[in-house]
């Protein structure tokens, strides 16, 4: 039968195996600013052995645009046991190429296991990336819908076919009013209901 201490160091051994494994980079920072300790992500995602960074503090790595304020950031969170800190910065792979990280920190300086800064990075380069591209498509977009000059309010739309009224007081096309309001084309085609309206089944397909 187990006993309770062999139940702790059994989930102890978990958390190390998750620590060991996990995609993130996680580091232990004396009060210093100093790694005590770091996961082997550190050299799986930045190229740099773990045993030439334990002991220094890395801040090289981040980028000149990038260090004064991580560096602000982390000497606030030093002041508060138990606080909670996140930034965004890049640091520099051991090829010399930055990537971009996404920090959150812990002041656990007090914890009895920890008593240190536990640091979290987690690389979203690619991520960063992507929402790069996305600005110049959602400013097209957004010019776009600037560019219509529709009349808020009701539009005036003829029961019978459609047709809308504009401000003049003159019938036009759907497709014509909309077409000059927006960068648009249309096709046509029949929905199911009016499918079965025009082209109802023979008795032979019944």
């Not at 334990?54 to 000497?75: A, I, K, M, Q, Y």
């Not at 030093?78 to 920190?105: D, P, Y």
């Not at 014509?176 to 648009?184: G, L, T």
Request: charged content about 30%; proline content about 4%; hydrophobic content about 30%.
């Amino acid at each position: 039968m187990s006993t309770p201490t062999d139940d702790v160091r059994e989930l102890q051994d978990s958390y190390r195996i998750l620590v060991q494994n996990s995609d993130d980079i996680l580091t232990i920072r004396d009060a210093n600013g100093r790694i005590l300790y770091t996961n082997p992500s550190f050299h799986r995602i930045l190229g740099h052995e773990q045993k030439e960074v334990v002991g220094s503090t890395c801040f090289d790595l981040l980028h000149p645009e990038d260090r004064e304020r991580t560096l602000s950031s982390l000497n606030e969170l030093m002041k508060r046991l138990g606080g909670r800190g996140a930034v965004q910065c890049r640091a520099r792979h051991a090829t010399g190429s930055w990537l971009v990280f996404e920090i959150v920190a812990y002041n656990l300086l007090d914890h009895p296991e920890a008593r240190g800064i536990v640091v979290n990075g987690r690389e979203i380069s690619e991520r960063q990336q992507r929402e790069v591209e996305k600005d110049p498509l959602m400013e097209e977009l957004k010019e776009s819908h600037d560019g219509w000059s529709m009349s808020s309010g009701l539009l005036c739309v003829c029961a019978s076919c459609k047709k809308i009224q504009e401000e003049s007081g003159s019938w036009r096309q759907i497709e014509a009013y909309i077409r000059d309001r927006a960068q648009v084309e249309f096709s046509h085609g029949l929905c199911p209901e009016c499918a079965k309206l025009w082209s109802p089944p023979s008795q032979d397909d019944e």
